[in-house]
């Protein structure tokens, strides 16, 4: 068994698409029309062949998840990153909000960011 797609719900799959490729530095891999949305995902250099699906938040239930685990302040997703301190830098330099400067937690780096499409994501360096 093996992890091939991993989902994160997004508000705005162009918008999503455009953050998750130009600013984060994704890949599209996949972008198939069905009629009212998309299949669209996306992937890292690193990953291998783990992608990530944009999903539209519609059903009501997936919109209201999304909003609550954002309101408490709950990382819908973690990437890994080589330097936190690094992306920290560059990601930040392109107006991408963070929550909070880069901490260290038991000898893990840990940095949380607003993708502006109604999600925290958190940066681990290990």
């Known amino acids: 068994m ?3 797609t991993a989902s994160i719900f997004v ?3 162009g918008k999503a698409l455009t953050f998750y490729t130009d600013i984060l530095g994704f890949r599209k891999i996949n972008d198939i029309d069905l009629g009212e ?3 669209l995902t996306v992937s890292s250099d690193g990953s291998g062949e783990t992608e990530l699906l944009l ?5 009501p239930a997936a919109k209201a998840f999304q909003v609550a685990i954002y309101d408490d302040g709950i990382p819908a997703t973690v990437f890994h990153c080589d330097d936190i301190h690094d992306e920290f830098r560059r990601l930040s330099a392109q107006g991408v909000s963070f929550r ?6 038991g000898g893990v780096w840990l940095a949380t960011f607003d ?8 940066l681990v360096q290990q």
């Open 2 to 4: 093996d992890i091939k």
């Open 37 to 39: 949305f998309r299949w």
């Open 115 to 122: 993708d502006g499409c109604g999600n925290w994501i958190q």
């Open 55 to 59: 999903e539209p938040n519609v059903h």
């Open 11 to 13: 508000a705005d799959q």
């Open 100 to 105: 909070e400067l880069p901490t260290e937690n």
